[in-house]
C-alpha cells in the first residue's frame, strides 16, 4: 500500500490544520494506521492511532485535547484535525499502516509496515 501525507504548512501559534494520508494500491480497511512526527535531530514520535475499525482512538499526552484522528474507509483516507497548535509541534508528520488488526504497542514505529513521505507543520511564535 502507497500511503501520501498531505496538509501541512505555517501556522500561528494558537491555530489549526488538518493532514490528509490517502492510501492507493490496497484498501486501509483492514489497517490499523497511525501518525507520527519527526523534530530535527530528535527520534520519530508516536502522535495518534486509530483502529481499523476506528472504534478506538490513542494520543500521546502531548496532544490530548487538541488533535483528532480519525479515518473514511470509503476514501482511504486517514485525517489528523490539529487544533491549538504550538511551536513544540513543529515537525515532519509521517502517516503509517499497520496490518496488524489488533496492535497493543501502537505507539511503536516498529508495528508499521508501511509509510508515507511526511509532510511539514511549521507552527510559529
Known amino acids: 500500500v502507497q500511503l501520501q501525507a498531505s496538509g501541512g504548512g505555517l501556522v500561528q501559534d494558537g491555530g489549526s490544520l488538518r493532514l490528509s494520508c490517502a492510501a492507493s494500491?490496497?484498501?486501509?480497511?483492514?489497517?490499523?494506521m497511525g501518525w507520527f512526527c519527526q523534530a530535527p535531530g530528535k527520534e520519530r514520535e508516536f502522535v495518534a492511532a486509530?483502529?481499523?475499525?476506528?472504534?478506538?482512538?490513542y494520543y500521546a499526552n502531548s496532544v490530548k485535547g487538541r488533535f483528532t484522528i480519525s479515518r473514511d474507509n470509503a476514501k482511504n483516507t486517514v485525517y489528523l484535525q490539529m487544533n491549538s497548535l504550538k511551536p513544540v509541534d513543529t515537525a515532519l508528520y509521517y502517516c503509517?499502516?499497520?496490518?496488524?488488526?489488533?496492535?497493543?504497542?501502537?505507539?511503536?514505529?516498529?508495528?508499521?509496515?508501511?509509510w508515507g513521505q511526511g509532510t511539514q507543520v511549521t507552527v510559529s511564535s
Open positions: 486509530v483502529s481499523w475499525r476506528a472504534d478506538t482512538t
Open positions: 503509517a499502516a499497520s496490518p496488524l488488526t489488533y496492535v497493543p504497542d501502537y505507539y511503536d514505529t516498529r508495528n508499521y509496515d508501511y
Open positions: 494500491g490496497r484498501t486501509l480497511s483492514g489497517y490499523h
